[in-house]
């Protein structure tokens, strides 16, 4: 059958359905991140750090809860290669188990700060107007609160419990996700697409979750690498200052918080938890800047 | 001076890219007397521009590669010159227009001093003197010369891009390379602004090679005409020759497939397939996948260009030896 | 024939700072069935947006837009919804009127999932059909829009506003943006698509020999005004109003002797928020009389189906 293309093509009465394979945008973006070294470095050591939580109890070679009195306050040896902190519980599985509440904090955080967030700011952006304007000014409200404080406050409010730090850490993360995501659903509303599907029939709600939200992934994936990392530096804080994880969980926030008052005879208290947390921020931000320059040309030619 | 102004023989350019090596102009030769204006004309991908840039020695370098080819302008080959002698010449000895003039000019500095910022840097004029030129220049253009203090939103796009050409004129240049100047305008501004271009050239007979996809536009303004496909150029020869008495089956096919608006009833035919992958360019003739008059030669063998008084034509149809038909 | 579209009085208004855009100003005319209505002008003048409004896919001011009879600028979200069924449209820049995120195929059959029509394996036979029939092999089904070419995509557009099997489409400068010999395969396309499937055109265009080449009818803008509308071939036999004169021989034409004049005009189109009174049409006019900046000369019929609005042409 010729139309005009010039190409002869198969009825589609044959029973094979044979597609062309395609080639996904976010191909092209692997292909750039995968070049810049950096970022390949983070991203490695995210990978590592999940894998490290997830595969924790095969990794600690002790109980990280288990007390030894008798070996309290014993330095980096063969037996306990970083250590035991003042109860005699092995500093290396301490860590290891703190990798999952850091992880686990870090991904519930930024998923309810994402998820609320992210359709809060394409409603704003989609829609304009008085509702934009109602819901960015919640957002200033909630922006002009120092993260910590606000943190502290719900914390403070709802109580201390892991679910009520990740509830914290996520609302303050909220408003940096409705204002990315806005940002970027205004300038997708624009698109003639978005005309064409409204000129097929689709409801505001299918495009704002079929067509508008697809569209900003960009910056929400960038904001949530950071994110990870700001919710799990904020969970360390708030451990650190008594609010968030209780003893006995082993949480590196409150492993350096207790760790505070052997900073004379046993600096390794505070030292390997700090440089956990270092480490893990610094590669997820590296990686999140990695991510947001490949992400950068958009992903169209 | 003898001889052409502007010589560009064997020119081959490529871009290297991740995907692959862009063969954006292959063996691309034309020349160009003073004062005669030459239209570059094909669609999207031909390499035109790509030509344009390498005359004016802009072409962006990675990734883009000046892999062989000489360009005599007034005898001497711009492809030897440093970006220091380059200096000199562009805006002074030969100008570029481009086609938005929403992008072309700076928009914080006034319209009169970036016509003159070219009379100040290549004719030693002093800002005095160089101010009044300006004004003289947007007279020139048709735009009333007080409003040279003015900036460039203050000016409708026909406006702009005649500020624009005034900017191109300012030193009196040998040559104009103009590419798309007015794809971006309304028809009745396109009108205008080819109207001046064609008056300003007989005055300061300047040289142009008018880059378009439009050959009613290159029968308004151009003496000779350049066909280029696949960066090649596939046929040259005078307006008259191409428009009276085209050849290359690409040529044919563009006339045939623009509607005719003198004709009562016009059939359009369409030039079947796509345009050809410019990291996969066909072996053979680069229009053979889509010519209606393909041989089994054009697959493989590239054909060589036939003279016939200044009418060049790359196509084995018309090749030496071939069938050649007059 | 009947009439599918009559538009009565449509006006477009857009509010901006400095008082109100008159994009599209008291404009009327009628698509018979089966028949393409050419409306061409420059940038500015209002062409694209009576084609949206037509549509509704932007609100008009005020007006009628009967569409068989029905006027369907003050219908309902029900009836609207039903009625994108029956009107489309096609639109003009073939990279940003389909999703990057999304498969051709799912964006063709995105329609069909809307409305809710057939199973997902009986919609995916029917795009299959539809890419068929635009010319595009159903192997492309999954392919994205930034892997094919423009002429391709534009393709895909087109095969989008047929899966509903509408009546009408609004063709906002479909070829405008690509390149001249694929302009002319999707031409082509178009006329085939609109005798095997019954369909009614209006065609906005700033180019008018492609206008010509597929219109009944044509009708001319400038500010947001018709100037002149008459049957296709006429308007370029007899062109009366002197826009559409200055229109006419301002197109460049391949041929090394023109039949046409020169007609040049001076001077640039006025803002759209501060129209000129009376004929907006005099501040370029060489034909210019007192009567033109006081009185706006109405559309009248000169016969023949050949309306002008200009007060020199008697």
């Known amino acids: 059958m010729n139309n005009g293309n010039g190409t002869l093509f198969a009825p589609s009465s044959v029973q094979t359905k044979e597609r062309e394979k395609r080639r996904s945008p976010w191909w092209e973006v692997w292909r750039r991140l995968r070049r810049n070294k950096a970022a390949v470095v983070g991203m490695s050591v995210v990978i590592l750090l ?4 997830v595969l924790a109890p095969v990794l600690a070679p002790y109980d990280p809860n288990q007390t030894n009195i008798k070996m309290r306050l014993q330095g980096p040896s063969s037996e306990h290669p970083l250590g035991t902190d003042n109860f005699g519980r092995d500093m290396l599985s ?14 519930v955080a930024v998923g309810i700060g994402a998820v609320f967030g992210g359709i809060l700011g394409a409603i704003g952006g989609y829609y304009g107007g008085r509702l934009d304007n109602f819901i960015m000014r919640c957002m200033d409200v909630l922006l002009a609160i120092p993260q910590i404080i606000l943190a502290i406050a719900i914390v403070g409010a709802l109580g201390t419990s892991l679910l009520n730090l990740m509830i914290a850490v996520g609302i303050s993360q909220l408003p940096r996700y409705a204002r990315v995501v806005r940002a970027s659903a205004l300038t997708v509303r624009g ?5 064409a599907a409204r000129a097929v029939g689709a409801s505001d709600a299918r495009i704002i979750l079929e067509n508008i939200l697809p569209n900003c992934m960009a910056p929400i994936i960038v904001q949530s690498t950071l994110g990870v990392a700001q919710a799990i530096l904020s969970a360390a804080a708030l451990s650190f200052l008594g609010l968030g994880i209780q003893p006995p969980t082993a949480e590196w926030g409150s492993m350096l918080s207790s760790g505070r008052q052997f900073l004379r005879n046993a600096p390794y208290l505070t030292f390997f938890p700090g440089l956990a947390i270092s480490v893990v921020v610094l590669a997820l931000n590296i990686f999140g800047d990695g991510l947001r320059d490949s992400l950068d040309p958009k992903l169209r030619q | 001076m003898n001889g052409p102004l502007l010589e560009v023989a064997d020119l ?28 570059l004309v094909g669609e999207s991908g031909a390499g035109k521009t790509t030509t344009a840039l390498s005359i004016m020695g802009l072409v962006p370098s990675p990734p883009g590669i000046i892999t062989s080819g000489s360009v005599n302008f007034a005898g001497k080959n711009l492809l030897s010159f440093s970006e220091k002698e380059m200096k000199k010449i562009r805006g002074n000895h030969i100008s570029m227009i481009f086609q938005d003039p929403m992008t072309s000019l700076n928009p914080v500095v006034t319209v009169g001093i970036q016509i003159s910022e070219a009379l100040v840097a290549h004719q030693n004029l002093s800002e005095a003197e160089a101010e009044k030129k300006a004004m003289e220049m947007l007279e020139k253009v048709q735009i009333p010369g007080q409003r040279y203090r003015e900036y460039p939103h203050e000016f409708s796009g026909g406006m702009r891009q005649r500020v624009v050409i005034a900017m191109a004129l300012a030193c009196n240049p040998g040559l104009i390379i103009a590419d798309e100047p007015t794809t971006a ?9 080819l109207d001046l271009m064609r008056s300003l050239k007989e005055e300061f007979s300047t040289a142009m090679i008018m880059i ?12 000779h005409v350049a066909v280029m496909y696949a960066g090649r150029i596939v046929e040259t020869g005078s307006l008259e020759q191409i428009f009276g008495n085209a050849r290359h089956p690409y040529t044919l096919g563009l006339f045939r497939c623009i509607p005719d608006i003198e004709e009562e009833t016009s059939k359009i035919r369409p030039i079947e397939g796509l345009m050809p992958d410019p990291l996969d360019l066909p072996s053979g003739c680069p229009f053979h996948p889509r010519c209606p008059q393909c041989m089994d030669v054009c697959r493989t063998v590239v054909p060589g260009v036939l003279d016939d008084g200044g009418h060049r034509v790359m196509c084995h149809l018309y090749g030496k030896g071939g069938a050649a038909r007059g | 024939m009947a009439d599918l579209i009559k538009v009565e009085n449509l006006v477009k208004y857009f509010p901006v700072a400095a008082g109100n855009v008159h994009a599209v100003d008291d404009v009327s005319f009628a698509i018979r069935e089966g028949e393409t209505l050419g409306l061409v002008g420059e940038s500015g003048c209002g062409k694209s947006t009576t084609g949206r409004l037509l549509i509704r896919l932007i609100e008009a001011t005020s007006g009628r837009i009967l569409y068989r009879g029905r006027d369907i600028a003050s219908a309902d979200k029900k009836t609207l919804h039903d009625m994108r069924k029956e009107m489309q449209i096609i639109f003009q820049d073939p990279f940003s009127s389909l999703d990057p995120r999304k498969s051709i195929g799912e964006t063709i059959g995105k329609p069909l999932e809307i409305f809710g029509m057939g199973s997902k394996r009986e919609r995916e036979e029917m795009v299959d059909a539809l890419m068929e029939k635009v010319g595009l092999s159903p192997r492309l089904f999954y392919k994205y829009p930034h892997e094919l070419d423009g002429g391709r995509r534009q393709r895909v557009g087109i095969a989008r506003a047929l899966s509903l099997s509408p009546s009408f489409i609004v063709c906002d400068e479909p070829v405008s943006a690509l390149d001249v010999s694929i302009q002319a395969q999707i031409l082509n396309l178009l006329k085939e698509l609109q005798e095997t499937m019954k369909l009614t055109y209006l065609f906005v265009s700033h180019d008018l020999s492609v206008v010509k080449h597929i219109s009944n009818r044509i009708a001319v803008m400038y500010l947001g005004k018709i100037v002149e509308s008459s049957p296709s071939l006429e308007l370029f036999s007899n062109t009366l109003h002197p826009y559409s004169q200055a229109l006419l021989a301002a197109v460049p034409i391949p041929k090394l002797n023109r039949k046409r004049e020169r007609f040049i005009l001076s001077g640039g189109v006025p803002s759209p928020i501060n129209p000129p009174s009376g004929c907006r049409f005099h501040t ?19 016969g023949g189906g050949h309306f002008v609005a200009c007060h020199k042409v008697k």
């Not at chain 2, 292959?26 to 239209?39: D, I, P």
């Not at chain 3, 034909?287 to 009185?295: A, L, P, R, T, Y």
Request: hydrophobic share 40%; charged share 20%; proline share 3%.
């Open chain 3, 284 to 302: 370029r006019c060489p034909w210019k009389m007192d009567i033109c900046s006081q009185e706006e000369p109405p559309l009248t019929d000169r």
């Open chain 1, 94 to 107: 301490r860590i290891i188990y703190g990798s999952r509440i850091s992880l686990y904090v870090g991904f």
């Open chain 1, 191 to 195: 698109q003639e697409y978005v005309e």
């Open chain 1, 50 to 53: 999940v894998v490290v939580a």
């Open chain 2, 12 to 39: 081959n350019v490529i871009y290297k890219t991740y995907e692959g090596t862009v063969a954006a102009v292959n063996g691309v030769e034309f020349s160009l007397e003073a004062g005669r204006t030459l239209g």
């Open chain 2, 185 to 193: 305008l309304d028809v009745t501004i396109q009108a205008q602004v």
């Open chain 2, 212 to 223: 378009t996809h439009d050959l009613g536009v290159v029968g308004e303004v151009c003496d």
